[in-house]
């Protein structure tokens, strides 16, 4: 059974960093598009961030570029986000994600019903 397993959220002030992880089991990055999606209440889960396993092209949302870096081991099937200069509207509960397809376009459309796997999601709360 595949799982994905975040860590690493927290509180953290604005203008702080915070590294998010996650680590996958029985799974191989090359074959997947793998990113982070993450829900603030009352609102759609949207894309964060993405990068392909097949060759590492990444995808941004608008509001993290700059701020937001992805990247992955795939020989520890580990990847992480490491977000900088957090603001309070980074609050959400962040969801790590895979999907069978080696382009982000998943991510960039906000197609999270089409995602295949889901980790259990990590809270993110930024305070100003």
């Known amino acids: 059974e595949v799982q994905l397993v975040e860590s690493g959220g927290g509180l953290v002030q604005a203008g702080g960093s915070l590294r998010l992880s996650c680590a996958a089991s029985?799974?191989?990055?090359?074959?997947?598009?793998i990113g982070w999606f993450r829900q603030a209440p009352w609102k759609e889960r949207e894309g964060v961030a993405c990068?392909?396993?097949?060759?590492?092209?990444?995808y941004y949302a608008d509001s993290v570029k700059g701020r937001f870096t992805i990247s992955s081991d795939n020989a520890k099937r580990t990847m992480y986000l490491q977000m900088n200069n957090l603001k309070p509207e980074d609050t959400a509960v962040y969801y790590c994600a895979a999907v069978g397809i080696t382009t982000c376009a998943y991510y960039s459309g906000n197609y999270y019903y089409g995602m295949d796997y889901w980790g259990q999601g990590t809270q993110v709360t930024v305070s100003s």
């Open positions: 990068i392909s396993g097949s060759d590492g092209s990444t």
């Open positions: 029985r799974f191989t990055f090359d074959d997947y598009a």
